[in-house]
């Protein structure tokens, strides 16, 4: 796709996309991660199944599983580019704040932060992949343990996650005698390294890169690991089992996430016009054919 553009981050037209959706621009941030189910709304009913239906499965055996199903790194190879360029076939099913293919997304949240980080081309390229673990929607797993906001499995669900505690009254652990108090299989602040995730793109990216020897520096991998995180570092749970020097990490999830979550409603990129810079950086930190 190449339009002609005065700039690289203009409008386009987006029935030149894959999925052509509306664009919508100036939303305010209020407008943002609102989840008030409206049986009436397509789009909000679609956002409480998929977390209904992961909030009911996401039991610890069920993480255990996916990380053994996930982390033997056997499932296909790939280079960034081509698993990216999957992402335009992907629409998000836990997102109300945006219909739009999950490729422009990415090129929304790394392009803003270049214009405000001109100068961290690390910071820019994990803008671009953050959300590229989705690629295990194309290999079988359904997208309510692919997308959506994380949380620790094996304590108590924290009060701040997205429907609360009615969206897990089908989930066994919830009955769990091992896994429903405060803190569950965990010890006091035992740090958030140490948490057994709700399965999702967040922890299979990060492991992926790791797998895969990628240079980017750690902060980046902490923004990749925790950015859906929302309980924790915009709900303030979990806070009894976080070390004061996983402060470090909080900071860096909230400096990325103000450019994943307020991007959505940016105009939409240029994306043929923008590979070629992306590709230089894809090809320092993170080259040649991955084992996924």
């Known amino acids: 796709m190449r339009v002609k553009k005065d700039n690289v981050v ?3 037209d987006p029935s030149l996309l894959l999925r052509p959706e509306k664009v ?3 939303k305010p941030v209020e407008a943002f991660r609102d989840y008030t189910w ?3 709304d397509p789009i909000r009913e679609r956002v409480r199944r998929t977390y209904y239906t992961m909030h009911t499965h996401m039991t610890v055996d069920f993480v255990k599983s996916k990380r053994d199903k996930w982390l033997k790194f056997n499932h296909f190879k790939s280079t960034v580019k081509d698993a990216l360029i999957k992402l335009n076939e992907l629409v998000d ?3 109300p704040d945006t219909d739009l293919p999950n490729i422009v997304h990415a090129f929304q949240t790394a392009e803003r932060i270049r214009q405000d980080y001109p100068g961290d081309d690390w910071f820019q390229l994990t803008g671009l992949i953050h959300d590229l673990g989705k690629v295990m929607a194309f290999y079988g797993e359904p997208q309510w343990c692919v997308v959506g906001d994380t949380f620790p499995v094996g304590c108590r669900w924290g009060e701040s996650i997205v429907y609360g505690d009615d969206s897990f009254k089908d989930n066994p652990d919830t009955y769990n005698p091992k896994y429903n108090t405060e803190y569950g299989m965990y010890e006091p602040n035992c740090g958030i390294e140490n948490l057994m995730m709700s399965w999702g793109h967040d922890e299979y990216l990060y492991r992926v890169l790791v797998h895969n020897k990628s240079t980017l ?4 991998l902490y923004m990749i690991r925790y950015h ?3 309980p924790w570092h915009a709900g303030g749970d979990y806070s009894h089992l976080i070390t004061d020097k996983d402060s470090y990490i909080k900071d860096a999830v909230l400096k990325f996430n103000q450019y994943d979550l ?3 409603s940016a105009a939409v990129p240029d994306i043929e016009a923008l590979w070629p810079y992306y590709e230089g950086l894809i090809q320092r930190y993170i080259p040649g054919v991955l084992e996924w």
């Open 228 to 230: 859906s995180f929302y």
């Open 24 to 26: 919508y621009d100036g």
């Open 10 to 12: 203009g409008m386009i």
């Open 262 to 264: 307020y991007t959505k």
């Open 38 to 40: 409206d049986d009436s």
């Open 93 to 95: 099913e836990s997102d």
């Open 217 to 220: 520096p750690k902060q980046a």
